[in-house]
């Protein structure tokens, strides 16, 4: 009930084009999706964040879409670069104060030029 | 706005000994501090929440008396590993909640733990 499921594991696209990262749930009581991006090295950095009110949020070429109903949510990069290659992790958590943030796997993305 | 720092950035320390890693909100006051570990290639995994004031809420089979974690202020939460032996090698990163009731984490840069 508390995994975060996300795939692929990892993804090679060309620049120019759209990266799709997946990620599913179990816990209806998830109120809170974000999207963290990661470099080697360093701390996860927030891209974009959805709450369940919204079937989707677009912040430059970052996407989420999101599905009540079948409990999945995605990432859509748009105009991939060799500059977002990186580790990208979906999490989920619940109302705060409990707002844990648990983690899916994490997607290894290589944008080639 | 949002700045999480951590010191330090990498530590090596022989078998036995014990590590203190520090977590400061730079520009914020940080009601909940959390503490993750990540090895090598995998997701994060949290270790324990902590509270101002207040004792650490450890997650299963995370061992309270190795993982020491106090939460002095409101702008700083330190990690000490007791005790550290190789298999706790590892990337030690920690985040804040701005405030009571918000959602969202602000991550520090991580601490890369060896243990020789």
């Known amino acids: 009930q508390q995994q975060v499921k996300q795939s692929p594991q990892s993804l090679i696209v060309q620049k120019g084009g759209i990266s799709i990262i997946n990620c599913a749930y179990e816990?209806?009581?998830?109120?809170?999706f974000p999207w963290y991006q990661q470099f080697p090295g360093k701390g996860p950095a927030l891209l974009i964040a959805i709450r369940p009110d919204v079937s989707e949020k677009k912040e430059g070429r970052f996407t989420i879409s999101f599905n009540k109903s079948a409990k999945q949510f995605s990432l859509h990069i748009m105009d991939s670069q060799p500059g977002d290659s990186a580790t990208y992790f979906c999490?989920?958590?619940?109302?705060?104060?409990?707002?844990?943030?648990?983690f899916g796997a994490g997607t290894i993305l290589r944008v080639k030029s | 706005g949002a700045v999480v720092s951590q010191h330090p950035s990498w530590v090596i320390c022989k078998s036995g000994t014990s590590v203190k890693i520090e977590c400061r909100s730079l520009?914020?006051?940080?009601?909940?501090m959390f503490w993750y570990r990540q090895f090598p290639k995998q997701s994060l995994m949290l270790m324990a929440t902590s509270n101002e004031g207040s004792k650490a809420t450890y997650e299963q089979g995370v061992e309270k008396d190795k993982f020491l974690i106090n939460h002095a202020s409101l702008t700083l939460s330190t990690l000490t590993v007791t005790s550290a032996h190789p298999e706790d090698s590892s990337f030690y990163i920690c985040?804040?909640?701005?405030?009571?009731?918000?959602?969202?984490?602000?991550f520090g840069p991580g601490t890369r733990l060896t243990v020789t």
């Open positions: 520009d914020f006051q940080a009601t909940t």
């Open positions: 985040s804040a909640s701005a405030l009571a009731g918000s959602y969202e984490q602000y």
């Open positions: 999490a989920a958590s619940k109302v705060p104060p409990g707002n844990k943030l648990v």
């Open positions: 816990n209806t009581a998830f109120d809170y």
